[in-house]
């Protein structure tokens, strides 16, 4: 009788490991996706800051004031384009104007 027991108590811990082990997989698996997403938010931050501080050093001195205005006139240019393309309802459909 003892011996039943004991391969039944065997077979019980054996069967809440095996489910402690598909726990810890499952948490595993959540905590790579969240450390790949974290990481990639990392990143794309990462990124906008070099960009950043590549735009800040390419505006610097005379070269960079000439340069500003240049992106300043092609800025403005290119929204005056896109609005009078939505005027006349030329432009692309989400710029277009929704008529009744």
Known sequence: MA???AA????GQSLAAIGLSLLYSVLAVFQAAFALFQ????TILKLGQS???LV???FQGVFGFVFANFAAI???GGVYYLYTL??????PKMLQKNRL
């Open 86 to 91: 939505r005027q006349q309802g030329r432009g």
């Open 3 to 5: 011996t039943i027991i």
């Open 8 to 11: 039944l108590t065997n077979f």
């Open 39 to 42: 990481s990639m938010i990392e």
């Open 74 to 76: 092609l800025v403005v």
């Open 51 to 53: 960009i950043t501080t």
């Open 56 to 58: 800040l050093e390419l």
